[in-house]
Every structure is written in C-alpha cells, then in structure tokens.
C-alpha cells in the first residue's frame, strides 16, 4: 500500500526478489482493503501515508476485518505517528530510505512471528 506508483512497484519488486509472493498494490485505503479481503495476504507493507488518506487507519481495518498485520514503509518517524503505528499491533517498521537488506529482515521477522521458525 504506496501512494506513489514507482515506489509501490519498487517494493512490490523487492518484495518479489525476496521470494514473496505480492498479490496487489494499493494507492488508496478503499483498494487496500478490496485487496486483502479478496486475496487475504499474511501481511501488507504499508505506507502511512495514501493518497487522500491515511495507512495507519487502513492497517488498523485490515486487522479488525481480516486479521491481516501490517509492516509500515515510512520517512515519517515522529513520536505522534509512531504511536498511532504502535497501536495497529505492527509486524515491523521499517523507515524510508530503506536498504534491500532491511526489508528483508523485516519480512523474515513477521514471517517468525506469524508462522514461528522455520527449519
């Protein structure tokens, strides 16, 4: 869920060469949320920030509708907006700009913590 289509293919991209499988991308709460209730993905990486809305809110209705938990891509790190983030129950956040590697750990920890270690 990325308001900007070239940074929502950018990680859709990495998202891909990491080996998962991405079902959709979203610019907006409304498609966020058509998205997930029809392919019911493990987890959405989201932006806080959607165009003509807010991806703190999207998350928090992914979570109470289907379950689905969040992992946030975001340059907004202030106190206010992490606390907001804190109370979807995030998977993780990783702050924009961000490496490959950091979201690779990122997406390995929330596969840990939804599905416990793999071996």
């Known amino acids: 869920m990325e308001d900007e289509s070239l940074a929502a293919e950018a990680v859709g991209m990495a998202a891909m060469d990491l080996g998962h499988i991405v079902c959709g991308t979203a610019r907006t709460e409304k498609e966020a949320v058509a998205i997930a209730g029809r392919e019911r993905p493990d987890v959405a990486l989201m932006d806080v920030r959607l165009a003509g809305g807010d991806g703190i809110e999207a998350a ?60």
Not at 63 to 82: D, T, V
């Open 60 to 119: 928090r209705r992914l979570r109470a509708n289907y379950g689905i938990r969040s992992i946030f891509l975001s340059g907004y790190a202030n106190h206010a907006i992490m606390a907001r983030i804190t109370e979807t129950y995030p998977l993780g956040v990783v702050n924009k700009p961000y490496s490959l590697a950091q979201l690779k750990l990122a997406l390995d920890l929330a596969a840990r913590r939804l599905h416990g270690p793999r071996g």
